[in-house]
C-alpha cells in the first residue's frame, strides 16, 4: 500500500474501508467467541491493515468520517480515541465494508 498524502480524498477512502472492515472482522470475532470483547485498540487495527500509515494520519479521517456520518455513528471511540467499537448501526453497515 503506497502513501499518498498528495491525494488525500483517495488515502480517506482506503483507511476507512479497511479500518471498517477490519472493525467488523473484530466484532464479528467477539461475537462469536473468538475474541473477548468488540472494542479493539486503533493502535491494533493499524497495525493489522493500515500499517502504511501512522496513527497520527488516520486518526482525523476517522474523526471526519464520524462527523460526516454523526446522525448513525458507525462507531464510536472509547478511552480518549484509544479504543474504538462498532455501533450497532455499524455493525449492520459491515456489509458494505466487504464483510
Do not use: W
Not at 75 to 97: A, H, I, P, S
Amino acid at each position: 500500500m503506497n502513501v499518498n498524502t498528495d491525494a488525500p480524498n483517495e488515502d480517506k477512502r482506503i483507511i476507512i474501508n479497511s479500518f471498517m472492515q477490519e472493525l467488523c472482522r473484530l466484532d464479528n470475532d467477539a461475537n462469536t467467541g473468538q475474541r473477548h470483547e468488540n472494542a479493539a485498540t486503533v493502535e491494533e487495527i493499524r497495525h493489522r491493515v493500515l500499517r502504511a500509515y501512522s496513527l497520527e494520519y488516520i486518526i482525523p479521517f476517522l474523526r471526519e468520517h464520524r462527523l460526516e456520518n454523526k446522525s448513525s455513528e458507525p462507531f464510536e471511540f472509547l478511552d480518549g480515541e484509544q479504543k474504538v467499537r462498532l455501533t450497532e448501526t455499524g455493525r449492520n453497515l459491515c456489509g458494505q465494508y466487504g464483510l
